[in-house]
T-cell receptor, first 111, second 114 residues
Framework: KQEVTQIPAALSVPEGENLVLNCSFT??????LQWFRQDPGKGLTSLLL???SQREQTSGRLNASLDKSSGRSTLYIAASQPGDSATYLC??????????WGAGTKLIIKP | DTAVSQTPKYLVTQMGNDKSIKCEQN?????MYWYKQDSKKFLKIMFS???????INETVPNRFSPKSPDKAHLNLHINSLELGDSAVYFC?????????????FGPGTRLLVL
């Protein structure tokens, strides 16, 4: 059964720093992996989607990597800003066509 | 212009009541979902419908009953509400399964049972 784990559960860094969020999954049979952000009181925003055949995707200051063989993905945020403060969720689309979610990393960027 | 909408956004009610949360998507997607977000922010899938037919029904109490009158709507009806039902409920939709999937989420409905 697919399980998705995110480490750390919470992270606080000063503005301007580069940071990495980690996501691991137990079954490498996935179609894709997605990173989302959730802001308090709001819905989920899809940030990046990496197909199982891809190694990374980039969008602005965000870069997500995928290593299927080791069951790992990272979300790299460059030059962090207070507006990046949110909960970041990793989810894998597994072979049963279900989106399996991690518990999220709560990120706080201090001005 | 909203892709996936949910009503109401907030719902406060007494234990034992029956309530419904509505979800509508205007994306033309075939599949819709209901998720429950627990106190630890973990999202758990409750139901999934494809073309008005139930395809995923995780272990949830039978007090929860999804209703899909058409492809664009998936409503969640909850009978005899309990304190533990307090959570944020998210509706989502996705296009036909092709291995290239993103789920589009509604803004969530915050349910508080007193």
């Amino acid at each position: 059964k697919q399980e998705v784990t995110q480490i750390p559960a919470a992270l606080s860094v000063p503005e301007g720093e580069n940071l990495v969020l980690n996501c691991s999954f137990t079954d490498s049979a996935i179609y894709n992996l997605q990173w989302f952000r959730q802001d308090p009181g709001k819905g989920l925003t899809s940030l990046l989607l990496i197909q199982s055949s891809q190694r990374e995707q980039t969008s602005g200051r965000l870069n997500a990597s995928l290593d299927k063989s080791s069951g790992r993905s990272t979300l790299y945020i460059a030059a962090s800003q207070p507006g990046d403060s949110a909960t970041y969720l990793c989810a894998v689309f597994d072979s049963n066509y279900q989106l399996i979610w991690g518990a999220g990393t709560k990120l706080i960027i201090k001005p | 212009d909203t892709a996936v909408s949910q009503t109401p956004k907030y719902l406060v009610t007494q234990m034992g009541n029956d309530k419904s949360i509505k979800c509508e998507q205007n994306l033309g997607h075939d599949t819709m979902y209901w998720y429950k977000q627990d106190s630890k922010k973990f999202l758990k899938i409750m139901f999934s419908y494809n073309n008005k037919e139930l395809i995923i029904n995780e272990t949830v109490p039978n007090r929860f009953s999804p209703k899909s009158p058409d492809k664009a709507h998936l409503n969640l009806h909850i009978n005899s509400l309990e304190l533990g039902d307090s959570a944020v409920y998210f509706c989502a939709s996705s296009p036909p399964t092709s291995g290239v999937e993103t789920q589009y989420f509604g803004p969530g409905t915050r349910l508080l049972v007193l």
